[in-house]
């Protein structure tokens, strides 16, 4: 049964810091992680995407890296920005039957100080 | 992007009646669409996995006489929670898969039982 792990599970930076996410998961035969933003009592923003092939995705000021062997992703966010405040989680897909399925990490909730 | 909508996004409800969730796939057709709970500051539990005219699969401890899924079409499927107690109030958010095997979210429904 694939597990999803996220640390730290909660983090409080200043504004203008780069920081680092970090998502494990236990089990390798994956068909693609996601990273995700979620606002408080809102639904889910797809940030990031990487298929199982790739090493690494970037979208502006966000960049989500993948070792598959390993079972380690890291999303890291460059010049923290206050409206960054939301809470990150991490998912891998496998496919089966029924389509694809994903597992959620906990997420770490992540506070931007201005 | 792909969108899916979710109605209602809010729910009041005394105990011991049945509420009707939609999700709906606007510009894409979804054969797998799935539904996912939250409970506060907890990640995403997946429910159930509901396929365009067949019965859903449900995950293991998650009543399928309580939570009853309908996917009648390739744009829609329906959660109705049966007989609802304080215990049910949650966030429930549907997601639906393209032919390239990503899952789109929903915005949500937030679901209190009284």
């Known amino acids: 049964k694939q597990e999803v792990t996220q640390i730290p599970a909660a983090l409080s930076v200043p504004e203008g810091e780069n920081l680092v996410l970090n998502c494990s998961f236990t089990?390798?035969?994956?068909?693609?992680l996601q990273w995700f933003r979620q606002d408080p009592g809102k639904g889910l923003t797809s940030l990031l995407l990487?298929?199982?092939?790739?090493r690494e995705q970037t979208s502006g000021r966000l960049n989500a890296s993948l070792d598959k062997s390993s079972g380690r992703s890291t999303l890291y966010i460059a010049a923290s920005q206050p409206g960054d405040s939301a809470t990150y989680l991490c998912?891998?897909?496998?496919?089966?039957?029924?389509?694809?399925?994903?597992?959620f990490g906990e997420g770490t909730q992540l506070t931007v100080n201005p | 992007g792909a969108v899916v909508s979710q109605h209602p996004s809010r729910v009041i409800c005394k105990s011991g009646t049945s509420v009707k969730i939609e999700c709906r796939s606007l510009?894409?057709?979804?054969?797998?669409m799935f539904w996912y709970r939250q409970f506060p500051k907890q990640s995403l539990m997946l429910m159930a996995t509901?396929?365009?005219?067949?019965?859903?699969?449900?995950e293991q401890g998650v009543e399928k006489d309580k939570f009853l899924i309908n996917h009648a079409s390739l744009t829609l499927s329906t959660l109705t929670v049966t007989s609802a107690h304080p215990e049910d109030s949650s966030f429930y958010i549907c997601?639906?898969?393209?032919?390239?095997?990503?899952?789109?979210f929903g915005p949500g429904t937030r679901l209190t039982v009284l």
């Open positions: 997601s639906a898969n393209d032919r390239g095997n990503e899952q789109f």
């Open positions: 089990d390798s035969a994956i068909y693609n």
């Open positions: 990487i298929q199982s092939s790739q």
């Open positions: 998912a891998v897909s496998t496919v089966e039957t029924s389509g694809s399925r994903l597992t």
């Open positions: 510009d894409f057709q979804a054969t797998t």
């Open positions: 509901s396929n365009e005219g067949s019965k859903a699969t449900y």
